[in-house]
T-cell receptor
Framework: DTAVSQTPKYLVTQMGNDKSIKCEQNLGHDTMYWYKQDSKKFLKIMFSYNNKELIINETVPNRFSPKSPDKAHLNLHINSLELGDSAVYFCASSQVPNEQFFGPGTRLTVL | GDSVTQMEGPVTLSEEAFLTINCTYT??????LFWYVQYPGEGLQLLLK???ADDKGSNKGFEATYRKETTSFHLEKGSVQVSDSAVYFC?????????WGAGTKLIIKP
């Protein structure tokens, strides 16, 4: 009964490829997020959806596109992967606009 | 703008030592404040929170008090264990998102 799940846990790919990361939450929350965590553990918000609507869209390359088919899912698609995209990507969800529940992370390595 | 500043790590302590990780914030209003913990290889999880001035959050032996006069929310624990080794993040809510500190890595040696 995992609350926030992500797949895959590890993703190794070549530069220029397109890849997707999936996220699902079974907490009934209205809001979901994508974060990028770099090698120094710095956490950067990328996107946030509330009831399938985009509410936060930080300055990220437009190669990154979130998709929310329903309020329990928020997927992240990345086109034309670059070396600098290597990081750990976390999905999170919340009901109140502050206390967030995180998934286990997806470690993306671009070669 | 709103921001959170926390002490740089890594912080290295011996088991049973007293821990303080400093966190200060800048905000226009009175935000809720949080400490999250990230154990190696895992996602972040909420450790404790406080929603108004003078509130004290506590969990797993950790405590933090919301100090409006010093705009601080320092994390403390009286006696740390090796299992407390992790990265600790201070955060506050602002405009329907969390503003995060840079994280402080804590290393506890036996």
């Amino acid at each position: 009964d995992t609350a926030v799940s992500q797949t895959p846990k590890y993703l190794v790919t070549q530069m220029g490829n397109d890849k997707s990361i999936k996220c699902e939450q079974n907490l009934g929350h209205d809001t979901m997020y994508w974060y990028k965590q770099d090698s120094k553990k710095f956490l950067k918000i990328m996107f946030s959806y509330n009831n399938k609507e985009l509410i936060i869209n930080e300055t990220v390359p437009n190669r990154f596109s979130p998709k929310s088919p329903d309020k329990a899912h928020l997927n992240l698609h990345i086109n034309s992967l670059e070396l600098g995209d290597s990081a750990v990507y976390f999905c999170a969800s919340s009901q109140v606009p502050n206390e967030q529940f995180f998934g286990p992370g997806t470690r993306l390595t671009v070669l | 703008g709103d921001s959170v500043t926390q002490m740089e790590g890594p912080v290295t302590l011996s088991e049973e030592a007293f821990l303080t990780i400093n966190c200060t914030y800048t905000a226009t209003g009175y935000p809720s404040l949080f400490w999250y913990v990230q154990y190696p290889g895992e996602g972040l999880q909420l450790l404790l929170k406080a929603t108004k001035a003078d509130d004290k959050g506590s969990n797993k032996g950790f405590e933090a008090t919301y100090r409006k006069e010093t705009t601080s929310f320092h994390l403390e624990k009286g006696s740390v264990q090796v299992s407390d080794s992790a990265v600790y993040f201070c955060a506050m809510d602002s405009n329907y998102q969390l503003i995060w500190g840079a994280g402080t890595k804590l290393i506890i040696k036996p």
